[in-house]
């Protein structure tokens, strides 16, 4: 391991917010760090900040050495991003790093400029947020260039792109979601209840998000022997989302499901369903930010699902065994591609996927640590990943004891 000081912090232009098509409503995450950081300190995995030309050296307990990673928030406040930010940061501790945390602000130069000035502070790796297949390339040539390894995370890039970097030195691999999959995901769910007849409000159809996530409900639904009858492709924002759900409820009042493919889209679906009371439908939604688990608590929303943040820990954990100096791969000897499964949460789970998902990590400091070491390999990490259930990590917090049975069967029972 090699020892660094940190020198260097840098300032953050202000910018103008532009829209987030992967990620839920805005918000600050409860229990996160979604204030807004002065752009002058780091903040560290205890919590603590530090500014940039006073922060002090420190080692990991029982070690003379440490690294620093830099990690990329592309817009604090953004409730979503802001949990990963939190789940960065409790993997730092649980792995003994030090977290370098930058506000990108929404801006995508910002995403380049800042993998500059974490490369310029002395950071020994970079796990990176990628919103755009356009950045992977770029931000691992920055990578390459320095020296130091990186990996990804949240959003999958096409295989095109992936092929242009799986080949790199320092590239350690990326956790992500698949959004076909989320789609998928919540299709199979809605059939799984019996419903038979679909309407889905989404995003543009120039949105590759939305679309697969389209694609993937409707090939599964269908495939169950249900069938989409209309797609409301459209703006994001909740006041074109509510015209466009109001125009396909009215013109299909048959319908038994609704499919929501964001969280703004959702909260203006729930807004349009109480327009029509004629509608006996049941909503389901993608993403959890904090108007989607209101919704699932007061019963408007059916179900909703996600990756629920932990693409960040499974990343992180790439990027330390390669720092470490062993690179976790797959079968053909390339990086790591891990695909974090979506779940589906019920309404009758969400005070539990609140106590223990939001408010805490749903992985233990143990089980984090249990990714890293010179005798792990991806059988490792795919069998934690397919182990990753609503009911799973539950079982594995009860037996914990960081939640009753009382609570465990009382969640079942709703």
């Known amino acids: 391991m090699r020892r660094k000081k940190l020198t260097s912090l840098f300032a953050i232009g202000l910018s103008m917010v532009m829209m987030l098509t992967a990620c839920g409503s805005s918000g600050t995450a409860s229990g996160t760090a979604g204030d807004e950081a002065d752009a002058s300190t780091v903040q560290t995995g205890s919590g603590q900040e530090e500014t940039g030309n006073e922060a002090e050296e420190s080692d990991n307990e029982g070690s003379d050495t440490t690294y620093t990673i830099g990690f990329n928030n592309y817009l604090k406040g953004i409730y979503s991003l802001d949990i990963l930010e939190k789940n960065f940061l409790t993997t730092c501790e649980a792995l003994g790093v030090e977290p370098m945390v930058v506000n990108d602000e929404g801006k995508v130069e910002n995403c380049v400029t800042n993998v500059d000035n974490m490369i310029a502070a002395g950071v020994d790796g970079i796990v990176f947020f990628g919103i755009s297949d356009t950045l992977f390339p770029v931000v691992a040539q920055k990578c390459e260039e320095a020296g130091i390894p990186y990996a990804f995370f949240d959003h999958m890039p096409s295989d095109d792109i992936l092929s242009q970097i799986q080949g790199n030195e320092n590239y350690a691999g990326i956790a992500a979601t698949v959004d076909t999959y989320t789609g998928n995901n919540i299709g199979e769910y809605a ?7 679909a309407i889905v409000v989404t995003g543009e159809t120039t949105d590759t998000t939305h679309s697969a996530r389209t694609n993937g409900f409707k090939e599964k639904f269908e495939a169950a022997g249900g069938k989409v009858l209309a797609e409301g492709y459209g703006t994001v924002t909740i006041s074109d989302a509510m015209q466009r759900a109001n125009d396909l409820l009215t013109a299909h009042p048959d319908v038994d499901c609704v499919y929501a493919t964001n969280g703004d889209v959702g909260v203006a679906t729930i807004e349009a369903l109480a327009k029509h009371p004629e509608v006996n439908a049941k909503l389901y939604v993608t993403d959890l930010d904090p108007d989607i688990l209101t919704g699932l608590e ?20 790439l990027l330390v065994n390669k720092l470490n100096g ?22 009758n789970y969400v005070d539990l996927y609140n106590s223990q998902w939001i408010e805490k990590s749903p992985y233990s400091t143990e089980e984090i640590q249990s990714l890293v070491g010179n005798d792990i390999s991806i059988d490792d990490f795919n069998a934690m990943l397919e182990d990753y259930t609503i009911e799973n990590r539950l079982q594995a917090k009860l037996d914990a004891g960081e939640i009753t049975q009382e609570e465990f069967d009382a969640a079942k029972d709703k």
């Open 191 to 197: 059939a799984e209840a019996g419903l038979k007849k």
């Open 326 to 347: 062993h690179g976790i791969t797959n079968e053909d000897g390339t990086p790591a591609r891990l695909v974090v499964p979506v779940m589906t949460l019920p309404n």
């Open 298 to 317: 007061e019963g408007t929303i059916a179900a909703a699902n996600g990756a629920h943040w932990v693409n960040i820990d499974y990343a992180t954990a």
